[in-house]
């Protein structure tokens, strides 16, 4: 059985930055893949990020490239999105998400069997 939590979002400025971390109570959190999903209203869930158990494989939706950066801290079961240079359309509720450890289909929502709840960010001026 896996919890996850989101936290971190909030309201921000165009261009401005926000971590997000979501806190896992899972006892072999490193055999886990993580990714962060996010939801705009009226709209399908978009895959973000993702990071297989070795913290070094790390795979990004195109539109994200340069701007946003997943990483974890496995010793404090946490999965962390730094979001940076955001923009209005970034707009959206963000979710982590995780599964058991495979090489496949990472981006695919249905792949992934435990989520939070969600966090809120928007973006505006």
């Known amino acids: 059985q896996v919890q996850l939590v989101e936290s971190g979002g909030g309201l921000v400025q165009p261009g401005g930055s926000l971590r997000l971390s979501c806190a896992a109570s899972?006892?072999?959190?490193?055999?886990?893949?993580m990714a962060w999903f996010r939801q705009a209203p009226g709209k399908e869930r978009e895959f973000l990020a993702a990071?297989?158990?070795?913290?070094?494989?790390?795979y990004y939706a195109d539109f994200v490239k340069g701007r946003f950066t997943i990483s974890r801290y496995n010793a404090k079961n946490t999965v962390y999105l730094q979001m940076n240079k955001l923009k209005p359309e970034d707009t959206a509720v963000y979710y982590c998400?995780?599964?058991?450890?495979?090489?496949?289909?990472?981006?695919?929502?249905?792949?992934?069997?435990?989520w939070g709840q969600g966090t809120q960010v928007t973006v505006s001026s």
């Open positions: 899972v006892r072999a959190f490193s055999s886990y893949a």
């Open positions: 990071v297989r158990w070795i913290a070094t494989n790390l």
């Open positions: 998400a995780a599964r058991p450890d495979h090489p496949f289909g990472l981006e695919r929502p249905d792949e992934y069997t435990y």
